[in-house]
């Protein structure tokens, strides 16, 4: 008898250990009134897409590390979610009133039918913009006070809520506030046409003031704390960069060594690679390894990589890419190779580019300026072939001087590819044996761009 029972006590020793573990969630759903073929679920490091059926409905199981905060997003809408291993969710919602209809039920159903009531308070508190920033420092206080007392009684109340998420909520709740009290002065300043205005000294606590980004959690779980940390991180790099950012140099990022959260290094990295790993900086390839040197996601690795390789061919002093046959708005076709023998700066555009537009009155004074030199200043538009009556008619209406060619296939163009350029407006500037002066040159409104031109005409034979 002694014997059964040990040998039945190994038996459920071994029959416990043989248990699968779980280590995912299952999120369904239906979605109405949307041409969405697919759910992103995301957070700072995980990613996965769902395919949505022709019915609306989707479902998949998710393979998640650790319990924590997402963001679900379906077409250009998305909801704040909370996941943990063994959920099973299922979701429905009308994209015609997204955050008003989102719905849960199933295991994991309590703490995100709050996530969605919490954006509804908010949302109900802040919607009037205008008013709201206005308010003056006591009075914005108090309503975002009024707020988070709302969204704490309502998260105090779940009936069988997860522990983890209603410790991290309380926390992420005053993260909220603390959001909120970081960027009044930039809003007060816009919405109540205070140009200048600056908090007084007592309305930012020193809770915010004293605040050292080393809470991972936080950075995860947070938007509010997410979105301090970036700009509290980001700033001093701006400052030191100062107005030529294509002069940086890898000791104004020294700061981002000392980031201790691996996600916001990898954010800061990707926000500031974007624009200074630029074939129009000498220090572009420092720069790269630099970043590539501080960056822990494999991801972001391969991004600046990508980048890089596409841009080192983009140096001074490199044979320009060519376009060939681009319609020419006066008539006729026009090739890069035609201009040959003469400077050439390109502006690269579109008539549905609000910043390429506003820059429109500067190029024209900088083509007067040097109507008489040995400079052809080209204009070339990406619209796509469907907006190609709007192309012709912007010409004429507003009076554009200079080449205007429209791109042979829009941002596909070769042109378009071989310069790396994914925003607009572009500014090129090619000298007149067809290389490259600048891959990223300044644009017209500034004034580093008569300075450039001055100096490379002036070297002329």
Known sequence: ???????????????????????????????????????????????????????????????????????????????????????????????????????????????????????????????????????????????????????????????????????????????????????????????????????????????????TFDNEKAYKSSDAYRSIAIGKSLNPIYEAIGDDHLATTTEHLKSIADIKIPALKNDIIDNLAGFLVSPGNPNMESLHNFFVSNATSEDTKKSLTEKFEKNKNLMKGKPSPQF??????????????????KYVYVDVWATWCGPCIREIPSLKEVEKKFHNENIEFVSTSIDEVKDHDKWIDMVKDKDLGGVQLMADNAWKSKFVRDYAIDGIPRFILIDPNGNIVSADAPRPSNPKLVELLEEELKMQP
Do not use: W
């Open 1 to 211: 008898m002694k014997r059964l029972i040990i040998a039945l006590f190994a038996l459920a020793i071994f029959a416990c250990e043989q248990e699968p573990k779980i280590d995912y969630a299952v999120l369904s759903g239906k979605v109405e009134n949307s041409k969405a073929k697919k759910a992103t679920l995301s957070s700072t490091d995980f990613k996965s897409e769902i395919e949505i059926k022709e019915d609306g409905t989707f479902s998949d199981t998710l393979r998640i590390s650790e319990n924590g905060f997402y963001s679900l997003s379906i077409g250009r809408e998305s909801t704040a979610m909370y996941l943990k291993k063994g959920d099973n969710i299922d979701l429905t919602v009308d994209a015609k009133e997204f955050d008003e209809t989102v719905t849960y039920s199933g295991e994991g159903s309590v703490e995100n039918n709050y996530l969605a009531k919490k954006y509804l308070n908010n949302e109900e508190t802040t919607k009037d913009v205008a008013s709201f920033y206005s308010l003056e420092e006591d009075a914005y206080k108090d309503a975002i006070g009024k707020m988070k007392a709302k969204n704490l009684e309502a998260l105090k109340a779940l009936e069988s809520a997860d522990a983890d998420f209603v410790a991290t909520e309380t926390e992420n709740l005053t993260y909220d506030e603390y959001g909120m009290i970081d960027r009044y002065g930039r809003y007060h300043a816009y919405y109540a046409k205070k140009p200048g205005y600056e908090v007084s000294e007592s309305f930012v606590p020193d809770a915010i003031k004293n605040m």
């Open 324 to 341: 060939n046959n681009y319609e020419n708005h006066k008539g006729g076709e026009m090739s890069l190779a035609d201009l040959k023998g």
